[in-house]
């Protein structure tokens, strides 16, 4: 019997095609790429050609982009049931809070996993495993959510609930279905590519790994305690398919390619009829031209990022400050070099938050950029817990990754001198992932949001060009 697994990941919510960063001899270059409508198609191709087909998303679905955030994912629902996925793991999926995400289950005609999400009486919030059987043989699959949803993430996304890392509750689901027969064990997991390596290196049984958060472009499988790894990149742009072919109940066979979702793919004419229903009332937002950028504007990098260079640049304008911070959100199509649009604007922060300016002395600022790198370079993968580094503007971090937690920073400038460790500074961000409610005092919430801001910032910047000096040097 021929098995086919296909997956796709961290979509965030992208229904159409869209730019997406690739990379050739010159460098970075934009494709356009993506779109529930060729996914659906090609979904739908391979269906035909062999009905022993199983699809599974890995999380961060109903959330990432305006439209989403303003139905509170609801506009997604009907893609999703006519794509037809066969399960789903969650991460920002819990962005309205978990009531929300109960709802959204209701509506959705497949199941939301996650072996590792628990209530304040110890039971599960979501179902932890499904069994499904093609031609007598039987495939188990175990969910994991984010873990990090109770930790880092803002209060409303897991209140009532706890997450774990599920590497104590997996050999337990393992040994149930295996013992209700399961001849292969799939985990499909948002915890992240680094995570899923550490549970796999202490966990036995599993077959084959989908991760899915940390947006890696995986090629190949990547073998872990017997385990295949994969992973499709980020906004729809790719999606993997597993060929598997059993004999007596047993994998005999196991290839993979990485598909990417370009316009040679057949289109489904339903998806892409829900999709152009589901982005008509942003049709202006899409197509108005607020400014322009002379350089491509992403976030794909670790440690520094255009994109939001662009946006501190715009909450500094706004309140007349010299420094900024911002999470080190991965999600986020890239802007290519040219036209700047409103919709391109809340795609660098859908949830569209406030801006905030508060006081944070020399060491505070220190000793938050310290714990940001170790929540972004930790040398145990379970303590990995966000995106990637924190965003900021107007000052210049020297920085050694392989330190240890604590001594990473070796200088940081402000105006080419280095920072007074005992002086106050005034600084603005957005979000508590820009700074966290610990740190600082005089913390004030402006009445401009961030997507007004960065209009503002276009209307007396119209041609945006990025900085050169990068915030974080690696010396």
Known sequence: MELNILFINDVHGYLAPHPELFYDDTGEVIETVGGYARIAGLVQAIRNENPNTLLFDGGDTLHGTKPLVDTQGEVIVPILNALKP???????????????????????MFPI?????????????????MMFEKEGVKIGVIGICAMIVDKVMPEKMAKGLKFTSGVDEMPGYIKNLKAEGADAIVLLSHNGFPQDIALLKQVEGVDICLSAHTHNRIYKPIEINGARVVQCGCHGAFMGKFTITFENNKIKSCDYELLKIDSSLPKSAEVEHLVNNA??????????????????????????????????????HATKTDIAFSNGWRYGAPIPAGAITEIDLYNIAPMDPPISTVELTGAEIKEMLEENMERTFCKDPFGQMGGYIKRVL????????????????????YKGLHIDLEKMYKVSFVTTQGVAKKYGKNRTEHNQKAVAAMKAFLKEHSNFRPDNIESFRLV
């Open 86 to 108: 066969d399960a789903m793991v969650g991460h920002w999926d819990f962005g309205y809070g978990p009531q929300r995400l109960q709802t959204l289950s209701e509506q959705l």
């Open 113 to 129: 996993l996650g072996c590792n999400v628990f209530k304040e009486d110890g039971t599960n919030f979501l179902q932890p495993t």
């Open 394 to 413: 107007g000052l210049q971090i020297n920085m050694r990754i392989e330190n240890p937690n604590g001594h990473r920073i070796q200088e940081i400038y």
């Open 279 to 316: 982005l008509k009332p942003y049709q202006e937002l899409r197509t108005v031209v607020l400014g322009n950028t002379q350089e491509i504007l992403h976030r794909y990098n670790t440690i520094n990022s255009t994109m939001d260079n662009f946006l501190l640049k715009a909450i500094a």
